[in-house]
């Protein structure tokens, strides 16, 4: 496995701390005028998505972490697990709850997911950045009334509630985006 | 993009104009400016500089960290005052506002002492930057202030440089002048107490300049290099020889001044309002 001295960090790098695997966000290189340099790291941990910052002195060393992310389509929920499969080896994978995270509202069978695997294991889910899903429940839609002012919350068919202009209609399909979870537009069927 | 296609024809004006204003502003101080060798046998004690070395007719040679030692020999031998801008290079140093090769002005005031040279400082930022006097604060009350204790009550430096670099540096707005830093951080400073002479310029939070009244006393330096030396082999750091050219001229005498370094990349990228040093220099290394 490789490793990675504070001279080489950078975002998107991956290194192993406190025994969980993380990724680099941000990295600044710190020397004081007459003091000793230091790395001030903002790191995403990947299992539990949290997000951290640490300071580490220049020229520590530090594993790297086995993590690679991979497109796979996901297939369905058997009630505790969700099964992906990646489409060029057709290998099935399972996803539990806590590596699901987030992603758990917005995802659709069929749909390409980024799994991150961590030593073979996926550690976590990132759905499309759009995803298309079908309203179940909310207000009827006042007809005509395009302003986009206001809105009201909407159940869409993944459980995930998103606020909508007040003309959408329970039973239309609309385009979501999953990073910040807001309405984007309709989508005809 | 290709590193040819980086320079700019504004940059450069900017950049030409900044140091012509430099130039200006200590001829008019009757201050002489000197070149001195960028290689030379010796380097620093310095435990967290590292110099970049190379091999010249089978011996090794250093090129500097800074002009300071090289300057003070000349002082020692009666130049007067005195400033340069040169090159220097520092080895594992690279970031938003770190290249390892660097452009620093250094300049020496004979007869001057600690307040004397903070005032000409704030001067020269003024003269070339046009901006309105700095704000000045010791690095007591900075720490009292924004971290909530008193740093000369702490002997971690290490600690206390995380805790300016996160709690105080964000807070520094425009140009701040720092002053009395803690005597475990003087290096060459004269020391008083808990506090040394020494102090540094923040341009919104970013280190430009550092400047001491001098140590004089050889004895006194001989003891602060040999203490140096005595850190890097605890952290297991290469041993550099003490530059003995450095302590014979100091044997001589160095005259009494006060002196200061200055960053011009990060001076130009304060003029330009950019946010990374590489986009201060017409060419970067790599």
Known sequence: MSVYSTNEFKAGVKIMLDGDPCNIIENEFVKPGKGQAFNRVRLRNLKTGRVLERTFKSGETFEGADVTDANMQYLYFDGEHWHFMQPESFEQYTVGEAALGDAKIWLKEQDTCIVTLYNGQPIGVTPPNFVVLKITETDPGIRGDTSGGGGKPATLETGAVVRVPLFVQPGELIKVDTRTGEYVSRVKE | ?286
């Not at chain 2, 140093?93 to 000409?120: A, C, S």
């Not at chain 2, 002053?179 to 400073?189: E, F, G, I, K, R």
């Not at chain 2, 008083?192 to 330096?221: M, Q, S, W």
């Open chain 2, 1 to 286: 993009m290709s590193h040819a296609l980086k320079s700019n024809i504004g940059l450069l004006a900017e950049r030409a104009k900044i140091l012509h204003k430099i130039r200006q502003f200590f001829s008019e101080q009757n201050t002489l400016e000197v070149e001195t060798p960028l290689l030379a046998s010796a380097s620093i004690t310095d435990p967290y500089l590292n110099p970049l070395s190379l091999i010249y007719d089978k011996q090794t040679y250093y090129l500097q960290t800074s002009p300071e030692y090289a300057m003070k020999r000349l002082l020692c031998a009666g130049s007067g005052s005195i400033y340069q801008i040169c090159k220097a290079f520092r080895n594992d140093e690279k970031g938003r506002i770190h290249e390892p090769e660097f452009t620093m002005l250094e300049w020496y005031m004979v007869d001057f002492n600690y307040e004397d040279i903070i005032n000409q400082t704030d001067q020269l930022l003024r003269y070339v930057l046009g901006c309105k006097p700095a704000q000045r604060f010791s690095y007591q009350e900075l720490f009292i202030k924004y971290a909530g204790f008193d740093p000369l009550e702490i002997s971690d430096d290490y600690l206390l440089d995380v805790t300016f670099n996160s709690k105080i540096e964000p807070n520094l707005d425009g140009v701040v002048i720092v002053y009395d830093y803690p005597a475990s951080q003087a290096a060459l400073s004269k020391s008083r107490g808990k506090v040394c002479d020494r102090f540094e310029v923040y341009i919104n939070g970013i280190e430009l300049a550092n400047g001491y009244h001098e140590l004089t006393d050889p004895k006194e330096h001989r003891i602060r290099f040999e203490n140096d030396l005595k850190k890097r082999k605890e952290l297991g750091y290469p041993l550099l020889p003490i530059d003995e050219n450095f302590m014979s001229a100091l044997e001589v005498g160095l005259p009494d001044c006060a002196g200061v370094a200055l960053g011009v990349d990060r001076l130009v990228m304060a003029a330009l309002k950019k946010n990374q040093i590489s986009d201060a220099v017409a060419l970067v290394v790599t």
